[in-house]
């Protein structure tokens, strides 16, 4: 279905990957709890989840070094690897993910992806997913800024990208650290929820919302027919 223009459509539409395109929480933390065991911190999966969503892997160190002591220099590139080769194999959608970023794309909005992870594990998961070539190359690591989220650098630099102010681009988030960087950028954001209180999104000043084939209608554009 083509989706309609509308005055109120954003300039752009900044997507984070993790929890919002890619349904990877749960795969990064299993990669992660193994990673953790291996190390000499067993820690679950659902665990793992919640001390790390969002976080880029240089931001995990300093937890993980408080358990397990000092870990190697090349420990961030080892565990990004470890976590490429499984989402490359693994990751799934989220439910609604493409459709909505394929009627997007029809009508003629500008698309951009955000994302906390390395530039590898980044185009593992969109590769896996068929979005290479969704975003016309407007595609940003947490490798590619100064600072990760929470700051407001990927989102400003997937902005720019779009040839868009960040107050005119709506970023698609999920977690925290992302509220906040989308918030910090200056952008609309609106929050996928999954298992987090939607009071504590909106204090986080995002707008939740519960599936992505809600997204083109609280965009302005005509609803997609998709479950
Ligand atoms: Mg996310």
Same mark, same amino acid.
């Given at each position: 279905?083509?989706?309609?223009?509308?005055?109120?459509?954003? *300039?752009?539409?900044?997507? $984070?990957? $993790?929890?919002?395109?890619?349904?990877?929480?749960? &795969?990064?933390?299993?990669?992660?709890?193994?990673?953790?065991?291996?190390?000499?911190?067993?820690?679950?999966?659902?665990?793992?989840?919640?001390?790390?969503?969002?976080?880029?892997?240089? $931001?995990?160190?300093?937890?993980?070094?408080?358990?397990?002591?000092?870990?190697? $220099?090349?420990?961030?590139?080892?565990?990004?690897?470890?976590?490429?080769?499984?989402?490359?194999?693994?990751?799934?959608?989220?439910?609604?993910?493409?459709?909505?970023?394929?009627?997007? !794309?029809? !009508?003629?909005?500008?698309?951009?992806?955000?994302?906390?992870?390395?530039?590898?594990?980044?185009? *593992?998961?969109?590769?896996? &997913?068929?979005?290479?070539?969704?975003?016309?190359?407007?595609?940003?690591?947490?490798?590619?800024?100064?600072?990760?989220?929470?700051?407001?650098?990927?989102?400003?630099?997937?902005?720019?990208?779009?040839?868009?102010?960040?107050?005119?681009?709506?970023?698609?988030?999920?977690?925290?650290?992302?509220?906040?960087?989308?918030?910090?950028?200056?952008?609309?954001?609106?929050?996928?929820?999954?298992?987090?209180?939607?009071?504590? &999104?909106?204090?986080?000043?995002?707008?939740?919302?519960?599936?992505?084939?809600?997204?083109?209608?609280?965009?302005?554009?005509?609803?997609?027919?998709?479950?």
């Amino acid at each position: 279905m083509r989706a309609s223009l509308s005055p109120a459509r954003p *300039a752009a539409i900044l997507f $984070d990957c $993790d929890g919002v395109l890619a349904d990877s929480e749960a &795969l990064a933390a299993l990669v992660v709890s193994e990673e953790l065991t291996e190390l000499g911190w067993p820690v679950a999966p659902e665990a793992c989840q919640h001390i790390f969503l969002g976080r880029a892997v240089p $931001d995990m160190m300093p937890l993980i070094e408080q358990r397990v002591g000092r870990l190697p $220099d090349d420990w961030p590139a080892r565990m990004s690897r470890r976590l490429t080769e499984r989402m490359a194999r693994d990751v799934v959608p989220v439910p609604g993910a493409l459709a909505t970023v394929a009627a997007l !794309a029809e !009508a003629g909005v500008t698309l951009a992806c955000a994302s906390n992870s390395s530039r590898a594990e980044l185009a *593992a998961k969109l590769g896996r &997913l068929g979005l290479d070539s969704a975003f016309g190359g407007r595609v940003f690591s947490f490798e590619d800024v100064d600072r990760p989220k929470p700051h407001p650098d990927i989102y400003r630099a997937a902005a720019r990208a779009c040839g868009a102010a960040p107050e005119d681009c709506v970023v698609v988030e999920d977690s925290l650290p992302g509220i906040r960087a989308g918030r910090a950028a200056g952008c609309r954001v609106l929050a996928l929820v999954w298992d987090m209180p939607e009071a504590l &999104l909106r204090a986080e000043g995002a707008e939740p919302f519960r599936a992505m084939a809600e997204l083109p209608g609280l965009l302005g554009l005509e609803p997609l027919e998709v479950a």
